[in-house]
């Protein structure tokens, strides 16, 4: 079955300094790895998505994100963080089976120190 | 091009009561899904439709069910609502069965 880790449930950064966002996934093929932002009482923005070819994406407002099966892991990046980047971000899998439903995480939720 | 628009934003309701949730797709697409989101956690998979044809069910209770229109459009039903059913409802839409498109959700309390 899927099912996705994001270990963190809260990071606290700096303005201005980098992130790293963890995930780790389940699945038994390679699956559908998506990232999502979610601003308090907001409905979920999609920031990237890797479905096949390069492992590293790049997605919206600077975002970055590397898939590595070896690792199970589609973290997400940045290098260099803002405070309206404050929000919560989920990892979910997907299955390309098109009867499977997107699985996501508890999400991480990001506080940005001025 | 408008996004996924879903109604009504917010609602309140009593235990025991149903509601029906709305949701327009993005033009063009022909799958919905829908997610519940309980506060403090991610979505929770409910159902999935593609081209009128219920393709996924999560592990909800009978008391939950769909449909989708020709349009594409779809509607949530929940019948005898518990006080667990609080969570902000969300819809997405995608061409096919792949990256979903989420709407800004509906807010349901219940009381």
């Known amino acids: 079955a899927q099912s996705v880790t994001q270990p963190d449930i809260h990071i606290t950064v700096s303005e201005g300094a980098s992130l790293e966002l963890r995930c780790n996934y389940s699945?038994?093929?390679?699956?559908?790895l998506f990232w999502y932002v979610q601003s308090p009482g907001q409905g979920l923005q999609l920031l990237l998505k890797?479905?096949?070819?390069?492992?590293l994406v790049q997605g919206i407002k600077g975002f970055e994100a590397e898939f590595k099966r070896s690792q199970s892991s589609f973290n997400l990046r940045k290098p260099s963080v803002h405070w309206s980047d404050a929000a919560e971000y989920f990892c979910a899998v997907g299955a390309r089976n098109r009867d499977d439903k997107i699985i996501f995480g508890k999400g991480t939720r990001l506080h940005i120190l001025p | 091009d408008a996004g996924v628009t879903q109604s009504p934003t917010h609602l309140i309701k009593t235990r025991g009561q149903h509601v029906t949730l709305r949701c327009s797709p993005i033009s063009g697409h022909k799958s919905v899904s829908w997610y519940q989101q309980v506060l403090g956690q991610g979505p929770q998979f409910i159902f999935q439709?593609?081209?009128?044809?219920?393709?996924g069910r999560g592990n909800f209770p009978d008391r939950f069910s769909a449909r989708q229109f020709p349009n594409y459009s779809s509607e949530l039903n929940v019948n005898a609502l518990l006080l667990g059913d609080s969570a902000l409802y969300l819809c997405?839409?995608?061409?096919?069965?792949?990256?979903?498109?989420f709407g800004p959700g509906t807010r349901l309390t219940v009381l």
């Open positions: 890797y479905f096949s070819g390069d492992t």
């Open positions: 439709y593609y081209e009128k044809e219920e393709r």
């Open positions: 699945y038994g093929a390679t699956p559908y």
């Open positions: 997405a839409s995608s061409p096919e069965a792949d990256t979903q498109y």
